[in-house]
């Protein structure tokens, strides 16, 4: 049986680099996505961690980074720290990003969920994502996404 994924498409009115570097990027980070950043040199093949932005030491999301074509695909392996170890709690995260009629198409693809992860995301990568192209529209992400999050909320 095979495990479930969650698909989000938003449409962005920037460039696809400025896309790229909003998912890189710990000073835009950490405004719209609960006050963390995601660190990593970005190679194909390098550690990366989602890890609070004024405490580097708690870290929420830990990976792999399994192809990174900047500025349109970046495919990431995802788990808890806790979870890196055991295969059964190793999502993957694909990142494509497409110049479509002047904008940016976004399309995230999290697959090989297990329950728990699943319903995490779903709820997580609407807010975070929104308030992403927020922040790349107007210059201010969403305050429900500037705080940090405990529990999911």
């Known amino acids: 049986m095979s495990k479930p994924e969650f698909v989000y498409v938003i449409y962005i009115q920037a460039p696809c680099e400025k896309v790229w570097d909003a998912l890189l990027d710990p000073e835009m980070t950490k405004d719209y996505w609960g006050r963390k950043r995601n660190r990593s040199d970005w190679s194909k093949g390098a550690t990366w961690q989602h890890e609070d932005y004024d405490d580097p ?41 497409e110049e479509q ?10 697959s090989e969920l297990d329950d728990e992860m699943l319903r995490g995301v779903s709820a997580g990568w609407p807010a975070i994502l929104s308030s992403m192209k927020t922040l790349l529209e107007t210059g201010a992400s969403m305050p429900m996404t500037r705080q940090r999050w405990k529990g999911g909320k």
């Open 101 to 110: 009629f002047g904008s940016t198409k976004l399309t995230v693809v999290h």
């Open 57 to 97: 030491s708690e870290v929420a999301i830990a990976g792999t980074v399994i192809e990174s074509e900047r500025p349109h695909r970046l495919v990431l392996s995802w788990a808890r720290p806790a979870n890196a170890g055991d295969p059964d709690k190793v999502s993957r995260v694909t990142f494509m990003i």
